[in-house]
């Protein structure tokens, strides 16, 4: 008879909600290649060469994350990468905010120049990404291996 065990619930939610989220927005992100390198030129950080090449390759980097989180391939690595990025698209959105861009995130598909951008997007933006790098975190710490290839 097995017990039933709170903290194994939620490190199969946050395995499984961050493989979701990470094919979702690869696979909307790749979808539409253009969109996708016009979202990160948005941000102003990178020349327009390495914009592309981010915009490139990231639905890419998703989209293995997502995959390797689903097959339990490597979860404390895959888990801690998704941690740095989160970290990362948090300090793009929290840059983007301060230098008074108006921007949509394109966290999930096309985002780029959005003139409607106000403090609410910038703070839902940075929101999303602290409960995927806290979801990140538990998986690190707790992950969920039953099901898994190679945790």
């Known amino acids: 008879m097995t017990t ?13 909600g961050l493989a979701a989220v990470w094919l979702v927005s690869g696979y909307l992100k790749l979808i539409d290649p253009v969109g996708t390198k016009k979202s990160v030129e948005a941000y102003e950080l990178f020349s327009m060469d390495i914009a592309h090449m981010v915009g490139t390759v990231l639905p890419l980097v998703e989209l293995a994350l997502g995959v390797l989180l689903l097959l339990g391939v490597f979860l404390r690595p895959v888990a801690a990468v998704s941690a740095l990025m989160f970290v990362g698209f948090a300090i793009g959105i929290g840059s983007a905010w301060a230098r008074g861009l108006t921007i949509d995130c394109g966290c999930f598909g096309v985002g ?7 403090a609410l997007t910038y703070i839902e933006g940075i929101g999303k990404d ?9 998986t690190v710490k707790r992950p969920f291996s039953r099901w898994a290839v190679y945790a």
């Open 112 to 118: 780029g120049e959005n003139p409607d951008a106000g």
């Open 4 to 16: 039933f065990n709170l903290s194994n619930v939620i490190s199969a939610v946050c395995r499984f």
């Open 130 to 138: 602290i409960l995927f790098f806290l979801m990140a975190v538990w």
